[in-house]
């Protein structure tokens, strides 16, 4: 009675903010307990992470270090790995080696051999012009052009080299028209608009696939390579040319 005569709170009304209070802090420690249960767990995943990533640069590391014994550069090291290489990567990799720098020359070396060799009049023109120091170029990775994107687009200021890489047995893609023959409308368009002459086009594929638009030359990625690991191999550069070594044997492009 004296707590309702003094305004104060009722037992009843203690009772109740208790059992309130006590269901709150159960509730409060259940979500706890599991919060704490998942911090663990993400704990252990999180060294179970970084002790796989160490292992896989051991493993790398020890693989690049014995590469780079020439008397091991022969074995196939790599074929034993679960490795599988697309068409996006293998572009990536051509895109870097046939592009120049003013510490990479062996890039130019290679496109001027390589366009040599294709026995295409175009391409010797572009060659030619490519052996002359002062003209510059850009190497341009999935050239966006709306309607068709080649893998690889090769820009001067006085000519364009269109490279459309097909891993896949060289099976062109159709969407309203072939690829080959979107990719070179898209080439004459280009060439028109900026005002270039000398233009090629380049199915390269493993096996010389024939494409439907006869704008294109076929060539094979063994007439790259071969082209590629001495020209690599004449930078100095150990790495750079024991990794692609490594790469070229493990997909046997000879």
Known sequence: MGRAETGGATDAQLDVAKQVLDAYQHVA??????????LDKSRALAGELEAKHIRIVEQASALIAR????ELSEINLLRSLPLYLDEN????IFAQILKESPTYAAGRNILITWLFSLNVPEAHVIAN???????????HRE???????????IVGDTFVIFIENKLRFGLETFTDDHQTNRQARALREYAERHGIEKTVAILLSPDRSVPINKVF???TYSSLVQII?????????SLLSSSAQAIFNLYDFS
């Not at 420690?29 to 998942?38: E, V």
């Open 29 to 38: 420690g259940r979500q706890l307990n599991a919060f704490t249960h998942l």
């Open 67 to 70: 590469y780079r014994q020439t």
């Open 89 to 92: 990567s293998l572009s990536d």
């Open 129 to 139: 012009e490519l052996a002359k120091p002062d003209v510059r170029y850009r190497v």
């Open 143 to 153: 050239f966006d052009l709306g309607y068709t994107i080649p893998d690889i687009a």
């Open 217 to 219: 030359v076929s060539a």
């Open 229 to 237: 690991l001495p020209e690599i191999e004449k930078t100095g550069d």
